[in-house]
Structure formats: C-alpha cells, structure tokens
C-alpha cells in the first residue's frame, strides 16, 4: 500500500512539476502596434520614474485603466521583462497578442518589425509561449518563421486636364 501512495505521490508531483499553461501559437506579426514605451536602453531612474508617475496618477485619480498599467508594469519588472523586447501578433480572429520574446529570437525578425514593413513582407510566426501573469506572455522559444515578401502593386494614376 506504500508503495502504491509513494507512486502515486511521484506522478503527481511530477505531472504538477509540468508546465500545463505552455502553449502554441500562430499569428501575422503586427508591426504598426508597436508600443510607444520602450525600456530597453532606459536608465533604471526613468524606468522607476515612469512608474511612480503611473502609481500617483492611479492612486490620485482611482481610474481602472491606470491601476490596471501600474500593476502590469510592477509585474513586468517582478518577472524581469522590462526591457525585453515584445511582438505584436495578429491571429486568425483578428484579435492581436502582445508576447515577451528574448532577444535571440528577436534579432530573427527585428528588421520586420517597424510600421510600415507589413506593406512589403507578411511575417507568419508560430511560436511556443506561457502566459506569467494576467495579459503577460512570454514565449519560450519560435518554432517557425514563415516570410513572404509582398508584391507591390503599381499604381497609376489618371491626369485630366
């Protein structure tokens, strides 16, 4: 009978030790929702400015969008992600995700990701991510990139006089 709990016990522990929320996804990288807020060459002073800013005001102001924000950027700097690139990708629904990527795999499809590339290449990416905490996502690791590069329509135009 001990022997039988003691497996038991394992395989639980061990099925616990798995990551259940590890998932898989596939989307259109979005470079024209690019965000405004970039901390990646910010002294930690601006970063930790920017942030009590947002704490006075939500606190001052009780508004939910912004305590929302104060807390999303305290997680952002609990998990270390504050200056870690993210990606915008749109998915089939046409609903848009926002995942954390390390910089490695970002250097793969930097150069796609300015406003206005989506017009010369679409950028298809499935990719193994994990949501750690509400609205912030991390992906562990892209598992493919598929580029197309987009034909340019010519446009001509008419003059009359």
Sequence with gaps: ??????????????????????????????????????????????????????DSLADKLND??????SKYYHNLLKHKLIRTPSIY?????N???????NKNDYEKIERYNYSGSDTEYKVNI????????????????ILEVDIKKLKKAHRISAVSH
């Design 89 to 93: 990708l749109k998915l089939k629904d």
């Design 95 to 101: 609903s848009g995700i926002n995942i954390f990527i």
């Design 1 to 54: 009978m001990k022997k039988t709990i003691s497996i038991i016990a394992t395989i639980l522990i061990l099925h616990s030790c798995s990551n259940d929320q590890e998932k898989i996804i596939t989307g259109t990288l979005n470079p024209n929702l690019v965000s405004f807020i970039n901390f990646q060459s910010a002294k930690d002073t601006e970063i930790n400015n920017f942030i009590k800013r947002i």
């Design 64 to 69: 939910a969008e912004l305590i929302a924000s």
């Design 126 to 141: 499935k990719l193994r991510y994990k949501e750690i905490e509400k609205d912030i996502f991390l992906c562990d690791s």
